[in-house]
């Protein structure tokens, strides 16, 4: 047994510094009520904050005894024992809010550190696992769960899959995993633990509070408030694989204008360029893009274009990228991560990356950007592909300016949203909206909407997507969408699929961003056999006359909840606070509506209860307590704490008003 000397530990400045058996542990205020922990064998602590802010200046406290150390930041407080184990408290509890394991004989200690080869480690941390422990946030996931209490999840980002290491626990804290390393954590019934599989350092920021938003406001805080959205961005986003010409794509936004429909952003999809890499567009297919932002501008319209990360080796910019090492390498073998097709390509193409965890690189990619597309007026920008897609995952294999894939492969989409937010300030804009495949701790700041990826065209999907949403709320990014009718496998004279597409539209009017998209008759089942250029019509009145004047109906609702809608995201701007979020987190003391997984909230007022069944006609909705609820459609209203059946026909999604709230859900 070793016990500890008064020189295990020190203080430096607000820093509480333990040294022991080569390991060195830091311990500092990070914010209110916040703490910020880093651990390593190294000689010398790595000072990387990677996307952690800097904090501003707060009143902490220190002690220093023979076998224990204690530091204190606002409500929060960490005890530091002769092993180096660290536990949270709050205010004056001796209850442990949150604590590292206790060490035994014969077992792992709190913090493990093994060579994973040259000067990076494989660490990992563990915590006590509290039985009644419900868990949240970690990104978004495919599962289908919210409460991810018993989940092993993957520290990486893949098509669909996002992982943003905020962990929010119903005990009161939240616990940021600041690491961008390729790992897992384990949220297992005998301990959670942390593991990354080559880092420099253990670190991760606990932070207190009496409810979810206010863990979200010092994760905010901690790692940035998103902007204000902007005004337009709350309106309806049309866009699908794809529209392959000018001519094309505009018809469209003339034929929304005609009708007299809402449209606020259309979207020109991927090989709407040369090539991979040249960013720029195809001048046969779209010959006067000046021309076109114009027009659209005229009738309201925004233009987004699709950007990738991706590299041709035909491209006019490969060489010089390559030339100047700024694209990804690889360690062993051939520097070709991508495989698919592009632009006038009848067969695949091996790609490269470009690695814009370099700053020459962003600025390089921002010059083409800037030539090429901002100069023609548009200023709305869709990250695809930015996890980065590859065709094999294999991280350690991979060479960033920033180091090893498996020690940063996290910071990839970070880096192309800062890529273009840093852009886009540089020339003056304010109102900056990327949309990504992938996002990071931080994310949010850069103005990055995250959409939940190439997911199929089924009733299952749209399940997983309520709860991938709601988790995603809890990871601190409030701008959140779906492709609406899922992405693969949508027959659009399909009746089954009519259904599912207006309830997933229904649904999607009331996500933080209102976006239609995906590859209408692609096989579900064989993804890969269709044609990757080609896809079918995906507009509101593609589906038959009665799918047509629902969503028309539904166009408008979102129309006439704007205002509203910008309430909110002036709220979530100021405090961190989701406008789409899972009913615990505005009731938290109603164990019924903690259990509640396929509702949700839409800003404090307004109850979402969307249809997830085939042929359903009602669906049985729980009511939180301490409230009443207004039936948004019959004006009924009912008292909280209890179940009920309602009435669902296709045309309606079932929706209800808190305590009296008015919102313009029906048309005067």
Not at 344 to 354: C, E
Not at 418 to 430: D, I, P, T
Not at 603 to 627: F, I, K, N, T, W
Request: net charge negative.
């Amino acid at each position: 047994m070793t016990l500890a000397s008064q020189s295990d530990f020190s203080q430096h400045g607000q820093r509480l510094v333990w040294r022991q058996r080569g390991q060195t542990l830091w311990v500092e205020p990070w914010g209110c009520d916040c703490l910020r922990v880093r651990a390593t064998i190294a000689p010398e602590m790595p000072l990387r904050d990677w996307t952690l802010l800097q904090p501003p200046e707060s009143q902490s406290h220190t002690t220093l005894d023979r076998g224990e150390a204690r530091i204190t930041s606002g409500r929060l407080s960490a005890s530091v024992d002769g092993r180096g184990r660290v536990r949270f408290f709050r205010d004056d509890s001796k209850e442990p809010l949150l604590e590292e394991i206790a060490y035994r004989t014969n077992h792992p200690p709190s913090r493990t550190f093994n060579s994973f080869g040259g000067d990076l480690l494989h660490a990992t941390a563990s915590f006590t696992a509290w039985d009644d422990e419900q868990i949240y946030g970690l990104g978004q996931r495919r599962h289908g769960l919210l409460d991810q209490k018993g989940c092993v999840l993957e520290l990486s980002h893949r098509n669909s899959e996002v992982s943003i290491p905020l962990m929010v626990s119903n005990r009161g804290y939240g616990l940021l995993w600041n690491n961008p390393a390729v790992g897992r954590v384990e949220l297992g019934r005998t301990r959670t633990r942390w593991v990354a599989e080559a880092t420099r350092a253990i670190d991760y920021v606990v932070m207190a509070g009496d409810s979810y938003a206010d863990v979200l406001q010092r994760y905010a805080d901690a790692t940035g408030h998103p902007p204000v959205l902007p005004e337009w961005a709350a309106g309806f986003w049309q866009c699908k694989l794809r529209y392959k010409t000018q001519d094309e794509l505009m018809e469209v936004a003339r034929e929304h204008h005609r009708r007299g429909m809402p449209l606020s952003v259309i979207v020109a999809d991927y090989f709407h360029w040369t090539k991979m890499g040249d960013w720029q567009f195809d001048s046969e297919c779209w010959p006067d893009p000046q021309g076109m932002v114009r027009e659209l501008e005229e009738m309201g319209v925004r233009l987004m274009v699709s950007i990738w990360p991706t590299v041709n080796p035909d491209s006019e910019n490969f060489e010089e990228l390559n030339h100047r090492g700024l694209l990804v390498h690889t360690e062993r073998g051939l520097n070709r991560l991508v495989d698919f097709t592009d632009s006038r390509a009848d067969h695949k193409v091996t790609s490269a990356l470009l690695d814009v965890t370099n700053p020459e690189a962003r600025g390089f990619l921002w010059s083409k950007v800037r030539e090429n597309y901002y100069r023609h007026g548009i200023r709305i920008w869709w990250l695809d592909a930015i996890e980065p897609e590859m065709s094999t995952y294999d991280h350690d294999n991979l060479r960033y300016h920033l180091g090893n894939g498996q020690e940063v492969a996290g910071m990839y989409p970070f880096e192309q949203q800062r890529a273009f937010y840093e852009g886009m300030q540089g020339e003056g804009e304010s109102e900056i909206v990327t949309l990504g495949r992938a996002a990071f701790a931080g994310s949010q700041r850069l103005g990055a909407a995250l959409w939940s990826g190439d997911i199929h065209s089924t009733w299952d999907d749209l399940r997983q997507q309520v709860r991938a949403g709601l988790n995603t709320a809890m990871s601190g990014i409030p701008w959140w969408t779906t492709d609406i009718g899922g992405f693969f496998g949508g027959q659009v004279e399909d009746e089954g699929f009519r259904e599912l597409l207006v309830r997933w539209f229904q649904y999607g009017t009331f996500c933080p961003l209102f976006r239609l998209h995906g590859w209408r008759n692609s096989s579900l089942e064989h993804p890969e056999s269709s044609d990757p250029t080609q896809g079918g019509p995906n507009e509101v009145w593609s589906y038959g006359e009665r799918v047509y004047q629902i969503l028309c109906e539904y166009l408008h609702l979102r129309e006439r909840i704007r205002p509203y809608i910008m309430g909110q995201m002036r709220v979530a701007s100021e405090t961190g606070s989701p406008v789409m979020r899972p009913l615990l987190f505005d009731f938290s003391q109603d164990r019924l509506a903690v259990a509640c997984d396929d509702q949700f909230m839409f800003g404090p007022e307004l109850m979402v209860a969307p249809v997830l069944e085939p042929s359903a006609v009602q669906r049985s909705v729980y009511l939180p307590a301490d409230a009443a609820w207004l039936d948004a459609w019959t004006g009924e209203t009912l008292p909280g704490g209890q179940r009920v059946d309602v009435a669902a026909p296709l045309e309606r999604i079932p929706l209800f008003l808190r305590d009296g709230a008015q919102l313009p859900i029906q048309p005067f």
